[in-house]
């Protein structure tokens, strides 16, 4: 069984801080359970173009406004609590925080931790890192 409290992890290596997010990873690819976890702090006022074509991830906000545009339809969706949206088919988009939200994201396959945005937009497959 794994137990993790999110304030300890904030304070952690598992907390990967960016100009426009902060993601908390609770569940990475070394804790076996074939997807990780993470709660994730999109700041106001920004915008972060995305594109996940090596991961599935599925996003569910409990706190904030915002939207995600997908740039294949052009169509823009509403983020407020008690919205989900899931990246079934790798979509390019764009994800803006109108103010702080805190998103809870699943990511399929698992993360290892450290990855950021590329210049795609893209999380990279990386390998488990030595612990």
């Keep these: ?30 804790d076996n359970m074939g997807f990780s976890f993470h709660e994730t702090l999109v700041r106001a006022g ?10 599935l991830e599925a996003v569910y906000c409990i706190e904030g406004i915002g939207e995600i545009e997908d740039l294949e339809t052009g169509l823009t969706h509403q983020i407020v609590p008690g919205v989900m949206y899931a990246l079934d088919k790798h979509e390019r988009h764009i994800l803006r925080g109108k103010t702080n939200m805190r998103m809870i994201c699943v990511f399929n396959p698992p993360c290892i931790g450290t990855e950021t945005h590329d210049k795609e937009g893209a999380y990279p497959l990386l390998e488990v890192e030595n612990s």
């Design 1 to 30: 069984m794994i137990i993790r409290k999110i304030d300890s992890i904030r304070e952690s290596d598992r907390t990967v801080d960016t100009p426009n997010w902060s993601s908390s990873r609770l569940l990475l690819k070394k």
């Design 46 to 55: 920004t915008e972060t173009k995305i594109w996940y074509k090596n991961h």
